[in-house]
């Protein structure tokens, strides 16, 4: 079975820069593995935020941005905002089925 | 605009198959390059991805609950309905539709990714 590791909670302050990562039991992820980034907020639906590593949508904050870091993929916060505190997760592409990472809690203070 | 909703029943008891039905508008699903998925969450745990199905009628299914799982498409109706047998109290969870995309780039084609997602419904498995 496949798992897919993240962070489970990181602690960022207000303007700093914070980096989540997401890594893949079959080894590195590579730009094959077409990384997806999502936000969750309680109560509301993921949002996603990047695909294929390093694309943003047209609603994705430019202070987002998705890379591949030591053998993993990486969602970079720069500047980051108090409405930024939410849930991440990574989903991963695995030559058609995909797997999502366990989510990173990260909470601004 | 693409909008998406999930609808089916709340309750479901064990043993029993579930029946959900995603029901889309702002894109078709005879599109090439464009599939809609399904995903689902426990209260409280993390997000799981379950099936995907695409606009020339291939379909994906996560390979724990692959014997369990059929995603199927109405292209008329703009529906996708996905059915999962056997249902037990652990597959309590919100259930998301999300409409997933390919790109092209350089002459060739990408996989993209779940961009829009539905509301959700929550599913309780109780007897």
């Known amino acids: 079975q496949t798992v897919v590791t993240q962070e489970p909670s990181l602690t960022v302050s207000p303007g700093g820069t914070v980096t989540l990562t997401c890594a893949s039991s079959?080894?590195?992820?590579?730009?094959?593995?077409?990384p997806n980034w999502f936000q969750q907020k309680p109560g509301q639906a993921p949002r996603a935020l990047i695909y294929s590593t390093s694309n943003k949508h047209s609603w994705t904050p430019a202070r987002f941005s998705g890379s591949l870091l030591g053998g993993k993929a990486a969602l970079t916060l720069s500047g980051v905002q108090p409405e930024d505190e939410a849930e991440y997760y990574c989903l991963l592409y695995y030559g058609g089925a995909r797997v999502f990472g366990g989510g990173t809690k990260l909470t601004v203070l | 605009q693409i909008t998406l909703k999930e609808s089916g029943p709340t309750l479901v008891k064990p043993t029993q198959t579930l029946t959900l039905t995603c029901t889309f508008s702002?894109?078709?699903?005879?599109?090439?390059?464009?599939?809609v998925g399904w995903i689902r969450q426990p209260p409280g745990k993390a997000l799981e991805w379950l099936a995907l199905?695409?606009?020339?009628?291939?379909?994906r299914y996560s390979p724990s609950l692959k014997s369990r799982l059929t995603i199927t498409k109405d292209t008329s109706k703009n529906q996708v309905v996905l059915t999962m047998t056997n249902m037990d109290p652990v597959d309590t969870a919100t259930y998301y539709c999300?409409?997933?995309?390919?790109?092209?780039?350089?002459?060739?084609?990408?996989?993209?990714?779940?961009?829009?997602w539905g509301q959700g419904t929550l599913v309780t498995v109780s007897s």
């Open positions: 702002g894109f078709s699903l005879s599109t090439s390059g464009v599939g």
């Open positions: 999300a409409h997933g995309f390919e790109y092209c780039s350089g002459g060739s084609c990408y996989s993209g990714g779940l961009d829009y």
């Open positions: 079959t080894g590195a992820v590579t730009s094959g593995y077409y």
């Open positions: 199905i695409y606009w020339n009628d291939d379909k």
